[in-house]
């Protein structure tokens, strides 16, 4: 049982977003978000973050990470922060400290998501039964899923942006013969998220116009390719969106995820007219002998701001309702 008030924290590669349920059952209040590069540890963004809103000093806590909660001590996939319990707990004199990986209260939150806070990507299914796959690509990609069982619910985390991604045709395997490799691989996250939106635009302009130059802001590959003023922008767009359907197909398939998928990270939400074009789709449904299945499955794109805070206070005010994985630090224990 978390005691109230409750700090929520989402903490990615690049910013870390903290909050704060004062009562049980209560919507979470929002702190600041903190540049993850701007602190040395997670206790100095936290203590900078209650040092700016005036809220009152938080009872526990709960931290959503971008990292494999397999350890008391979890390092970020993406940024040289150590996250501890132990060590967040004793800096604040906390009772609890559930540590836990940043896709699970996404995940928790798509049990309850409010319609208008999505944008449909294909058939409309209203509230479809069955487990539902979330996942995002931003600093990097997440993925988890919400399985029914009984009168629970099971969220299910998962490393699957660090699976292989291949070529499906001749085509992407020109491309793929010039993306640069993370760790000699070339896994999900090494393409969809944003440096995997750099590494895909280097590729293809590597392709198209021979020789190689210096990776391209993420950012500025979205805006200069939905505008058209860089051809190799636009292409690189074009892949991202039906790469990200192929994946959300295969997770979906993996799940049997007739719920649907719901789409967060940084990136989706501002490609969404890309998305709605036919290629995310069309990857998404290309998955014979189950393509007709395929074609019932609903996808959408996580539009609310904060998704994760939503998912923190639904797993702090009703904990008893979700089984997760994470690892819990108490005073005392």
């Known amino acids: 049982m978390f005691e109230f008030p409750v700090l929520v924290g989402d ?5 870390a977003r903290f909050g704060l349920i004062e009562t049980r059952g209560a919507a979470p209040q929002v702190l600041s978000h903190e540049p993850t590069a701007g602190h040395a540890d997670p206790s100095a963004a936290i203590r900078a973050s209650l040092g700016k809103s005036g809220a009152p ?5 709960i931290l959503a990470i971008a990292g494999r909660v397999d350890a008391p001590a979890v390092q970020l ?3 040289h922060w150590v996250v501890a319990g ?3 707990g004793r800096d604040f004199g906390l009772s609890r400290v559930t540590i836990v990986n940043d896709y699970v209260p996404v995940a928790a939150g798509a049990a309850g998501i409010a319609p208008n806070d999505l944008t449909t990507i294909g058939p409309e299914r209203g509230d479809a039964p069955g487990p539902r796959v979330v996942l995002g690509p931003g600093t990097g990609f997440g993925a988890a899923a919400l399985v029914p069982y009984e009168d629970r619910l099971a969220i299910v985390s998962t490393e699957a942006g660090h699976t292989d991604l291949g070529p499906a045709d001749e085509a992407e395997a020109r491309i793929w013969s010039a993306v640069e490799r993370t760790d000699d691989r070339i896994t999900v996250e090494t393409l969809l998220s944003g440096p995997g939106l750099s590494r895909l635009h280097a590729a ?4 198209r116009a021979g020789g190689e130059g210096p990776l391209c802001d993420p950012a500025e590959i979205t805006r200069t390719g939905l505008s058209g003023e860089d051809p190799h922008a636009q292409e690189a767009l074009h892949l991202f969106c039906h790469l990200l359907g192929r994946v959300c197909g295969d997770l979906a398939l993996t799940f049997l995820a007739t719920g649907g998928v719901y789409i967060g990270g940084g990136i989706a939400p501002r490609i969404v007219p890309l998305l709605r074009e036919g290629g995310f789709r069309e990857a998404f449904e290309r998955k014979a002998p189950f393509a007709a299945q395929m074609r019932e499955i609903p ?9 994760a805070f939503g ?10 309702r979700f089984v997760y994985h994470g690892q819990v630090w108490t005073a005392g224990g």
């Open 311 to 320: 998912g923190l206070a639904a797993l702090a005010s009703e904990g008893g």
């Open 57 to 61: 000093a938080p009872r526990s806590a």
């Open 11 to 15: 903490i990615g590669g690049t910013n």
């Open 77 to 79: 996939t993406n940024a």
């Open 204 to 207: 293809i302009r590597a392709v």
């Open 86 to 88: 132990e060590a967040v």
């Open 299 to 307: 996808t959408s794109v996580i539009t609310v701001k904060d998704p």
